[in-house]
Every structure is written in C-alpha cells, then in structure tokens.
C-alpha cells in the first residue's frame, strides 16, 4: 500500500490532500468553482458544475484549493475495461511544486477503495491523458502510470490497473 491506512486526507509537504468521492460537500464545491472560476480565460464559456463535478481528491493549502483530480467512471474501449478516468488541474501558482504525483496517488487509492467497494462495477484501474506539453517523464513513473499509446488529439494516454483486478476470459477465439 503506497498510502497510510487512512483513506481521508493526507498532508504532504504542507499540502492537505482530501477524499471527498461521492460526497457532497457544499465548501469543497464552492472552493472548487472558484479555482475553477479564477483560471478560466476571460471569454471562455465552462458548464457551471464543471470544475467541481465528480470530485475525487482536492488538494488545499491551508485554506485555498489549489488543486482538482475528478473521476468519472466510465468503459475504456481500448482496454476493454471500466476504468476511473481522472482528470487533474493545478492551479499556476502551484505549479512545479510536486503535486501532480501525490494526488494522482491519492485519486489511485480512492478509486481503488471504491472499486473494492462497488465490485458490480468491474472497474479496472485509473486512466487519464496529458494535455501539459513536456511533463511526461518524471511524474508518469513516480505516480505508477504506464504510457499505452496516444489518444487521438495526441495526448499521452496512461494507466494504473488495480492489483485485484483481473480481466476477464475471452468468450471468443483462440
């Protein structure tokens, strides 16, 4: 297990990395809507929940969110698979501060815990694509993703599979 025992909230570095999965926490949304709201660009229309939709990890530091991994899960026709489809957004001011790897560790756990949780779900793992030129290499290997090819934007498309998952038997061929 890379993560304590407690699937809550860690501290890493002064950061307060928080599980709020499928909870519904009116501050958090909140918090999350204006980090949203203070990046967007000026003219740039965004759904009004986006940002705070299907949050899985927020990371604070002390009171300010400065960080958002949400998770929707959904099938993965590549991997033939259901899988946790992470998005993560950290806002400029935190940027190069090594929070990428350490949420996205803590958005792995939280799926995990929940796919363990909800085993009708079959959900293999968490997957995302980077859309950030030029920050593969280092955090890819330190947060145990693994590059399978490319979407078809371009983007570097990883996975993490879920050590209890297994895939299925072919019904087919062979």
Not at 52 to 75: F, N, Q, T, W
Not at 121 to 136: E, H, N, W, Y
Not at 141 to 164: C, N, S
Request: a positive charge; charged letters at 25%.
């Amino acid at each position: 297990m890379l993560w304590e025992t407690s699937a809550e909230t860690q501290t890493i570095d002064g950061i307060e990395y928080r599980n709020v999965w499928k909870r519904v926490d009116a501050a958090v949304i909140r918090d999350a809507d204006a980090l949203g709201a203070r990046v967007t660009p000026p003219g740039k229309e965004v759904r009004t929940n986006f940002w705070s939709k299907d949050l899985c990890v927020v990371a604070y530091d002390g009171e300010d969110a400065v960080a958002l991994a949400p998770g929707e899960i959904r099938y993965a026709d590549r991997l033939k698979a259901n899988m946790a489809f992470l998005r993560v957004f950290v806002a400029p001011s935190h940027r190069q501060r090594g929070i990428v790897v350490p949420l996205c560790m803590k958005a792995h756990e939280v799926m995990r815990r929940y796919s363990l949780d909800t085993p009708h779900r079959r959900i293999g793992g968490t997957m995302g694509f980077v859309t950030v030129k030029g920050v593969m290499d280092e955090p890819v290997t330190k947060a145990f993703m693994h590059f399978i090819g490319y979407t078809p934007q371009d983007a570097p498309l990883l996975v993490r599979w879920f050590e209890h998952y297994t895939l299925p038997a072919p019904t087919v061929g062979y």
